[in-house]
């Protein structure tokens, strides 16, 4: 089975402090997705990669940056964390083309900033 | 932008009745569109798709969906509801071969009423 897996399952972090979310898969897909998911927005895109070193601006990149130096690791970065991003943070993989194949999804990590 | 929108936060049915979850899309060239589903304290899971052919595309869990290009829509269907259908259901598209960003729409909480 294709496993996605995400460091933490619940963090809480301080206002201005540097945070780092996990996020491992095995399956040597090419595609890896960060979203934050809030009650009445639904999963919004904050970065993507599609392959080492390779990454997108999603629709909510600010105050977020990102990391993927091995194929099966991609990391989302909050350079100083704030209260607004208080959020579930779902990180997922899928292989490339093949007709679309369907994205893997981590068990999420709820994050609260105080 | 290219987007989906889910018109109904709440869809409440009951138990045996036929279900539905309304999706409309708003995406250039041909839509490749998706339904997820997140069940209470798990993460999302895909459903179904739709790249191309038979309209009708048949999912996990007894799911169907209906792609309409005429109403640009994507309604997630079922015969007879479940009380374990209680779940988050998500709209999907990808908008540009090649770039596999996958876009969500913000969600609609279905309740199976026993």
């Known amino acids: 089975d294709v496993k996605v897996t995400q460091s933490s399952r619940y963090l809480v972090k301080r206002t201005g402090e540097k945070v780092f979310l996990e996020c491992v898969q095995d399956?040597?897909?090419?595609?890896m997705f960060w979203y934050r998911q809030d009650p009445g927005l639904g999963l919004r895109l904050i970065y993507f990669?599609?392959?080492?070193?390779?990454?997108e601006k999603g629709d909510i990149p600010e105050g977020y940056s990102v990391s993927r130096e091995k194929k099966e690791r991609f990391s989302l970065i909050l350079e100083s964390a704030s209260t607004n991003q208080t959020s579930m943070y779902l990180c997922?993989?899928?292989?490339?083309?093949?007709?679309?194949?369907?994205?893997?999804f981590g068990q999420g990590t709820r994050l609260t900033v105080v | 932008a290219q987007s989906v929108a889910q018109p109904e936060d709440q869809v409440n049915v009951a138990e045996g009745n036929p279900l539905t979850v309304k999706c409309t899309y708003s995406?250039?060239?041909?839509?490749?569109l998706f339904w997820y589903v997140q069940y209470p304290n798990r993460g999302l899971q895909f459903l179904l798709k739709?790249?191309?052919?038979?309209?009708l595309v048949k999912g996990s869990y007894g799911f169907e969906a209906e792609f309409n290009k005429s109403q640009t829509s994507f309604h997630l269907k079922k015969p007879s509801a479940l009380v374990s259908d209680s779940a988050l259901y998500f709209c999907?598209?990808?908008?540009?071969?090649?770039?596999?960003?996958?876009?969500f729409g913000t969600g609609t909480r279905l309740t199976i009423i026993p």
């Open positions: 997922a993989s899928s292989p490339p083309g093949q007709g679309f194949m369907e994205a893997f």
């Open positions: 399956m040597d897909h090419e595609n």
């Open positions: 990669s599609y392959d080492v070193k390779m990454k």
């Open positions: 995406v250039s060239g041909n839509p490749y």
């Open positions: 739709y790249i191309t052919g038979d309209n």
């Open positions: 999907a598209f990808i908008s540009n071969f090649g770039n596999e960003k996958l876009t």
